[in-house]
């Protein structure tokens, strides 16, 4: 049993800075200026095409957190859609802001959640604050996706790891420009499960598969204490590990992925089972897949079912997106 239930590795939100300087009103992401790319000029994404159909979507499996809204299970169908095999990488992100000149939320507001443990002694100074609840969260002023550290840190030795520090705005920016949109909750859980029913894995039910790890997540003692038996500390590769049965990799572990709802704690229990959507009015946006930070002691959410969320302005250093399109 989880005796965190309800508690998350992730739960770091922009409002919930505490012993920070008030960050001010911001105007809005200004989304109309940034023209799609001519489709030639685009980075590659690997999309893969999916041709829809029926599943089983959640859970009530007792490992699971119910308060997160997993269950009751439901027969959902989505129509035919594209998903990216990955979630986006710095190089493709660069590109992005290279030909739009687009300027992230972290950059905006200053600062941007970086997890302790990859804050070095003297860059301490940098710290606005942490979140009460998740003090392993630090706000470093000067991180956001190029310098995920903060000052002197940089994506060089990175370029084929996803992009972080994105904000679900951020997110969206992209994925316009880049010819796209955020896949729904519905669609990224039928293309996670890669065409397996009720499993707890994209790739099964048991966490190792003959000794291998599947993904990317915490070994030890967290907060404190990795292992890295997985091979990562932090983010590892976006191509890293095996693919599940659809092609898609990482769907489980290394970084959460925003997706295009907006998070409803009693999805499962709408009765629109078709193409569903989370409704308005949490504020909150919904994420999926768990991250590099997930461990059973306490945030057991690299499970296929689980959920997160968070506000759209939010950004910390295990939160990234993958890319979807319509057929
Ligand atoms: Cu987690």
């Not at 190792?208 to 070994?219: E, F, S, V």
């Not at 890295?228 to 959460?256: I, K, M, Q, S």
Request: proline share 6%; aromatic share 12%; hydrophobic share 35%.
């Amino acid at each position: 049993m989880n005796d965190m239930n309800g508690k998350s590795c992730c739960g770091a939100g922009r409002q919930e800075l505490e012993g920070a300087a008030a960050s001010g009103q911001l105007q809005p992401v200004e989304l109309h200026s940034l023209k799609p790319r001519e489709k030639a000029a685009r980075p590659s994404h690997m999309m893969i095409t999916l041709p829809g159909g029926e599943f089983l979507m959640g859970t009530q499996a007792a490992d699971g957190f119910p308060a997160d809204g997993e269950g009751p299970i439901r027969k959902v169908k989505v129509d035919a859609f594209r998903i990216a095999a990955h979630t986006v990488t710095n190089q493709q992100f660069g590109e992005f802001v290279q030909a739009t000149g687009y300027v992230t939320e972290a950059e905006r507001f200053g600062w941007s959640y970086v997890f302790h443990l990859f804050v070095p002694e003297q860059r301490r100074g940098d710290v606005e604050g942490s979140p009460r609840e998740a003090p392993w969260w630090l706000g470093v002023r000067g991180a956001y996706w190029a310098k995920p550290e903060g000052e002197g840190s940089s994506v060089e030795e990175r370029l084929n790891h996803p992009v972080i520090h994105i904000s679900w705005n951020d997110a969206e920016a992209y994925c316009r420009w880049a010819g796209g949109r955020l896949p729904t909750e519905a669609e990224w859980e039928y293309a996670a499960r890669g065409g397996l029913e009720q499993k707890t894995y994209p790739w099964g039910d048991l966490l190792k598969q003959d000794g291998h790890h599947r993904c990317n997540i915490w070994q030890g003692k967290f907060p404190t204490v990795n292992h890295a038996e997985d091979g990562y500390v932090g983010t590892a590769p976006v191509d890293a590990y095996e693919p599940n049965g659809f092609g898609l990799y990482n769907v489980a572990g290394n970084v959460w992925e925003w997706c295009a709802d907006w998070f409803e704690r009693d999805f499962h229990r709408r009765s629109d089972n078709v193409n569903p959507k989370g409704a308005a009015g949490s504020g909150l946006r919904s994420l999926r897949g768990g991250s590099y930070l997930c461990h059973r002691s306490y945030c057991n959410r690299y499970r296929v079912a689980a959920r997160s969320k968070n506000t759209p302005d939010s950004s910390t250093g295990n939160m990234g997106f993958r890319m979807a399109m319509d057929v």
